[in-house]
């Protein structure tokens, strides 16, 4: 049974949301969560600690990298090649992004402006972030995962965000379910480049290939 606190912050949470949607990080702010949830500011204070502590609250069920997917779990991830994991990743960017109008305010907000809010989900999603890459990042020799896949994180990002302002990019068009399948098969396409091992071997397997390579590195003469 959900408690009166817990209703409360449920309350105060859509009602960020719901601002965030009508006007954007520009229109957000302690008073006006409080009036549209119908609690005192002095609540938002008790329960989040301010307006860095909900956003941050918020972000955590909403952001890609901040709430729980199954690609960032290592039980989850590890039967699943690096290629597979990373495309899974995109995907979720697309999707997260297409279906969620209050985050892309956020995001769009957090490319314009550094600040304590601003500075806090940054740092929280690239420390969420790194959890997942590092797990293939040194698998290989032959390719940059991480240069890779912070190109291709970035193209997706920004085209979803475009989206606001633009119908089309080049001819794609941005805001149809058309046109995201369209950068989806490309995004494909593009992970093709990737080495064969990281297409074709689990990363578990290639996690246990790793590490005696560097239990030989750290006991050499």
């Not at 972030?129 to 920004?158: H, N, Q, W």
């Not at 995201?180 to 480049?193: F, P």
């Not at 689990?202 to 239990?215: D, H, I, K, Y």
Request: glycine share 6%.
């Amino acid at each position: 049974m959900t408690s009166r606190r817990e209703q409360t912050e449920r309350a105060i949470l859509k009602a960020l949301g719901d601002q965030l949607c009508e006007t954007g990080m520009a229109g957000v702010g302690i008073n006006v969560v409080a009036r549209r949830a119908g609690v005192s500011k002095e609540l938002i204070y008790r329960y989040f600690d301010g307006l860095p502590g909900l956003m941050l609250a918020w972000m955590q069920e909403q952001d890609f990298w901040t709430r729980k997917s199954n690609v960032v779990k290592a039980s989850e991830a590890s039967q699943r090649s690096p290629s597979e994991l990373i495309l899974s990743m995109l995907r979720e960017q697309i999707d997260t992004l297409a279906d969620n109008p209050a985050l892309r305010e956020v995001r769009r907000w957090e490319l314009i402006e550094r600040n304590e809010i601003s500075a806090q989900l940054a740092d929280r999603r690239e420390a969420a972030a790194r959890s997942f890459i590092d797990r293939v990042d040194g698998l290989t020799d032959e390719a940059d995962v991480p240069a890779m896949v912070s190109i291709l994180l970035a193209g997706v990002l920004y085209l979803m965000l475009r989206a606001k302002t633009e119908a089309y990019f080049l001819g794609v068009p941005l805001r149809t379910e058309e046109g995201r399948e369209r950068l989806w098969e490309a995004l494909k396409h593009l992970m093709r480049a990737l080495p064969d091992d990281l297409k074709e071997q689990s990363l578990n397997t290639l996690e246990g290939r790793r590490r005696p390579n560097r239990m030989k590195k750290d006991h050499a003469p």
